[in-house]
């Protein structure tokens, strides 16, 4: 079985438009909430998840004060969110969904 090439940052961002600025935004959001134990879920499609360990290693380096979690579980779109459990669910700040395509708000289907 081949090896799978573990790609960097970089060619996910060319790959990608994983929108770092936005996320970084959000994280520093949490750090500087006053509460101590700091917890985000990030989200991916089967096709990101290959690459969930270096998107996460990316943020971890900048939030070394925030724990990450991957939910390797279904993601059939930006409606799935996970269920976690009410004791989980109480201990998450943010959930971030990764997706192959922009979510755009305006659609044929919305206009009237």
Same mark, same amino acid.
């Given at each position: 079985?081949?090896?799978?090439?573990?790609?960097?940052? @970089?060619?996910?961002?060319?790959?990608?438009? &994983?929108?770092? %600025?936005?996320?970084?935004?959000?994280?520093?959001?949490? =750090?500087?909430?006053?509460?101590?134990?700091?917890?985000?879920?990030?989200?991916?499609?089967?096709?990101?998840?290959?690459?969930?360990?270096?998107?996460?290693?990316?943020?971890?380096? @900048?939030?070394?004060?925030?724990?990450?979690? &991957?939910?390797? %579980?279904?993601?059939?779109?930006?409606?799935?969110?996970? =269920?976690?459990?009410?004791?989980?669910?109480?201990?998450?700040?943010?959930?971030?969904?990764?997706?192959?395509?922009?979510?755009?708000?305006?659609?044929?289907?919305?206009?009237?």
């Amino acid at each position: 079985m081949a090896k799978m090439h573990k790609k960097s940052m @970089k060619e996910l961002q060319e790959e990608y438009d &994983i929108e770092l %600025e936005e996320i970084g935004n959000q994280l520093q959001e949490i =750090v500087n909430n006053t509460k101590s134990n700091k917890l985000v879920l990030f989200q991916f499609p089967d096709g990101m998840k290959p690459y969930a360990t270096t998107i996460v290693d990316f943020f971890k380096e @900048k939030f070394p004060e925030i724990n990450f979690l &991957i939910w390797m %579980e279904s993601c059939f779109g930006a409606c799935d969110v996970p =269920v976690l459990g009410s004791q989980l669910e109480k201990k998450i700040d943010l959930i971030i969904q990764f997706g192959h395509v922009a979510w755009h708000n305006k659609s044929p289907i919305w206009e009237g």
